[in-house]
């Protein structure tokens, strides 16, 4: 229940293309969902987060879109750049709570 | 600039030597974590700390120790008794219960134990 399932593993896009990768969670206690970008060799950062009472957030070409009812939630890379080459993490938690469980993590290699 | 200091960046060990990894923060953030990163297994939660001298174990807290005796300092200590202890450690920090504001990482210690 305290889990968050990420998919696909790895991704491979090419230069202006849109990138997706999705998420799915069991706890509906979970009320918030952020995402983590990581370069090799650093630690992540925050990208971009939302919480259930909206479907989707957008920030410049990042996009949450949310499905409460389906308990998913997906990250969306619009004119994806080589810079965008990165490992993202999805994650969810409880507000208050001191844990944040992530997703197992996407390597996605934007090609130019 | 504010930010978390992982130190060092590369460690070797040989196995059955405890070996501590280093974790200061200048955000003055009241909460901070551990992770262990491994390939394919996301990030796993080992210790968190939302109070000098108070932490708690996190999923595999089981071969590792902390202390939090100062607000700015979260070392974590690899036993011997971690099993597989080869992996990337990052330490975070927040201001807040992780609902209610991000998490800050650095830079990561990358961990070879043979």
Not at chain 1, 62 to 80: C, G, P, R, V, Y
Request: glycine fraction near 8%.
């Amino acid at each position: 229940q305290q889990q968050v399932k990420q998919s696909p593993q790895s991704l491979i896009v090419q230069k202006g293309g849109i990138s997706i990768i999705n998420c799915a969670y069991e706890n509906t206690a979970f009320d918030y969902f952020p995402w983590y970008q990581q370069f090799p060799g650093k630690g992540p950062a925050l990208l971009i987060a939302i919480r259930p009472d909206v479907s989707e957030k957008k920030e410049g070409r990042f996009t949450i879109s949310f499905n409460k009812s389906a308990k998913q939630f997906s990250l969306h890379i619009m004119d994806s750049q080589p810079g965008d080459s990165a490992t993202y993490f999805c994650a969810a938690s409880i507000q208050g709570a001191q844990k944040l469980v992530f997703g197992q993590g996407t390597r996605l290699t934007i090609n130019p | 600039d504010g930010g978390i200091t992982q130190s060092p960046k590369y460690l070797f060990r040989k196995e059955g030597q405890n070996v501590t990894l280093s974790c200061e923060q200048n955000l003055n953030h009241d909460a901070m974590y551990w992770y262990r990163q491994d390939p394919g297994q996301g990030l796993r939660l080992i210790y968190y700390s939302q109070i000098v001298n108070d932490f708690q174990k996190g999923d595999i807290a089981e071969g590792y120790s902390v202390s939090r005796e100062k607000k700015e300092s979260f070392p974590l200590t690899v036993t011997s008794a971690q099993k597989n202890p080869t992996a990337f450690y990052l330490c975070a920090s927040s201001m807040a219960p992780t609902g209610n504001s991000p998490l800050h990482f650095g830079n990561g210690t990358r961990l070879t134990v043979t």
